[in-house]
């Protein structure tokens, strides 16, 4: 198995940005396993499966076939061969993905998967999540926890549903955003907390290069310690 990065952190952090950058330099591949939980979400919503059916959902989580592709501007996703990069990035796919992510099966049933996509590829891999350094990969070779105060992070956030044509607010966002966090830090099983090995980055007020120049860093001096 190549070098296992796990970054990890809330919603907004900037970790999409950092870790896509981050794979780009190392040259890694790059495992988003939020957008994993989307796909879950579009697919429930698609085939009207109750974001409650815990033993349907678990069954749908089990049997998804992904796969990345790290392109110069984006990470593409392909859902059993089908591109749905823009389409798990809609409002409701965010809230019901939040909602899905919450449930026991899903999280049990996307275990191999997510592990999997990793061990697959030769160089090493970025895994972005939530819980990546504390369940997925508690061995992972480097942990790092990205957060940034509330308020950059929900702009952030707006500025990007912007960017793609939504008609949002930016109190909307926060709102939404807030919601969003005390689900993720609440939930019963894997709540979003740092492993204790990890190395806490706020990005507030840092320029996204400058967190991938530590991110990198951490990660040369690792793999020379291994070495
Ligand atoms: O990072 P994101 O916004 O694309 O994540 C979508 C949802 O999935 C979000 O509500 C948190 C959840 N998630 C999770 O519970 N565990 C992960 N490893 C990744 C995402």
Redesign the pocket.
């Known amino acids: 198995m190549g070098f296992i990065l796990a970054i990890d952190g809330p919603?907004g952090a900037g970790?999409s940005t950092v870790s896509k950058l981050a794979a780009e330099r190392l040259g890694f591949a790059l495992v988003d396993?939020?957008?994993i939980?989307?796909c879950v979400a579009l697919l429930a919503a698609e085939r009207g499966i109750d974001w409650t059916a815990d033993a349907e959902l678990g069954a749908l989580a089990r049997s998804m076939r992904i796969e990345f592709e790290l392109q110069a501007d984006l990470n593409r996703v392909r859902l059993f061969g089908r591109d749905v990069t823009d389409l798990i990035r809609a409002p409701e796919i965010?809230r019901a993905?939040?909602a899905v992510?919450a449930r026991p099966s899903v999280r049990e049933g996307l275990l191999d998967l997510q592990r999997r996509l990793a061990r697959e590829v030769s160089g090493g891999a970025v895994l972005e999540?939530?819980?990546?350094g504390t369940v997925v990969f508690p061995e992972a070779d480097q942990k790092v926890f990205l957060t940034a105060s509330p308020e950059v992070r929900a702009r952030r956030r707006f500025e990007e549903l912007c960017e793609r044509g939504a008609a949002v607010s930016f109190d909307e966002v926060l709102a939404d955003q807030l919601a969003?966090d005390r689900e993720?830090e609440t939930r019963a099983i894997a709540p979003l907390k740092p492993a204790p090995d990890a190395v806490l980055v706020d990005s507030t007020g840092l320029p996204a290069a400058a967190v991938v120049e530590r991110i990198v860093d951490l990660v040369r001096h690792v793999q020379r310690r291994q070495s």
Request: charge should be positive; charged fraction near 35%.
């Open positions: 919603a970790k396993t939020g957008a939980y989307r965010s993905a939040s992510s999540g939530r819980d990546i969003r993720d």
